[in-house]
């Protein structure tokens, strides 16, 4: 795995990130179910306990976020304070804080298996957001992943923008399969561009090339949003990085081909380097952000 930052060493006055959300809706909404074990009923959450509302109160307060909930529904009132919290400057201390409280093995009363299903369910929402619970000697603790953080927080922002839900799936999956199962982080890098492609040339309204390859997707991308290698109105140096794009993106395409799982292995494949798994990764998602970026400045200047 990717090499770690402990939380717990940082200037807890400084915020993680400068602006924005420091944590995806779908961490937030993770944590909501955790902290408050659901509605009565059916719909409560399987993976944490039923906390009352004085008790939702308490831990809350630990982490320095005040709630009083009074009459109100408890997952509503905690849902709107922790949307509030992650807005705000330095709330990603606190939520991280409140994190930190949560997967604490005490909460559950040597529950193990009820720890660790906390543990998994946020997990899963938290390694998108350049996060993850690991076990530090015998106590869990939330750790900043240094290695893919900015990556994977300006992909996410750019993907929520979009509501591009199936991007962060696809690259999710990717940064988490990196080390175990390359191959399959490799058809994910790809199903990442193409996505993004996809839903970009929906968005401009315009129709799907012939052939719907990665190659083909993102030269039609780059000639929808004026990013085509031909233009005799930039820097050659410039004009060579955008050329580049449909190298790279036919690169990508090819390592799925050969490399990946998309189309079943035989029996005497080679195994694809992590390295290389990873390599196509970071070059999915710069190609990926470079797209949503150019695609939303085009529009900021549309609409001024």
């Given amino acids: 795995m990717g090499s770690y930052s402990y939380l717990g060493r940082r200037n807890l006055m400084a915020p993680i990130s400068k602006e924005g959300p420091k944590f995806s809706l779908s961490t937030i909404t993770a ?30 307060g630990k982490a320095n976020i005040d709630l009083q909930i009074g009459t109100s529904s408890r997952v509503k009132a905690v849902r709107e304070v922790l949307r509030e919290t992650n807005a705000h400057p330095y709330g990603d201390v606190q939520i991280a804080k409140l994190i930190g409280l949560v997967i604490d093995p005490d909460e559950y009363g040597g529950d193990l298996e009820k720890s660790r299903a906390v543990i998994e369910a ?52 990717a940064l988490t399969t990196a080390e175990n199962d ?19 040339l929906e968005s401009l309204g315009e129709p799907m090339p012939n052939k719907q390859d990665i190659a083909h997707l993102v030269q039609t991308v780059q000639g929808k949003l004026n990013l085509a290698a031909n233009r005799k ?16 993106a036919m690169g990508i395409g090819a390592l799925r081909t050969h490399g990946g799982d998309a189309h079943g292995r035989g029996k005497a494949v080679t195994r694809v380097d992590t390295r290389i798994a990873k390599l196509a990764i970071h070059a999915a998602s710069t190609l990926s952000i470079f797209f949503l970026e150019t695609w939303e400045r085009q529009r900021k200047v549309e609409g001024s």
């Fill in 31 to 60: 944590l909501v179910e955790v902290v408050t074990g659901g509605a009565h009923g059916s719909s409560r959450a399987p993976t944490a306990i039923y906390r009352s509302a004085s008790q939702i109160e308490l831990i809350l």
């Fill in 122 to 173: 946020l997990n899963k929402c938290l390694k998108l957001d350049g996060f993850a619970i690991r076990m530090v000697g015998n106590r869990p603790q939330l750790l900043l992943l240094s290695e893919h953080s900015a990556l994977v927080t300006d992909l996410r922002r750019k993907a929520e923008a979009l509501n591009l839900s199936s991007v962060t799936r696809d690259f999710e999956r």
């Fill in 182 to 200: 390359p191959e399959d982080a490799l058809t994910s890098a790809c199903s990442v561009v193409e996505s993004v492609c996809k839903c970009l």
């Fill in 233 to 248: 109105d930039i820097d050659d140096d410039v004009r060579h990085i955008l050329g580049g794009l449909t190298t790279v």
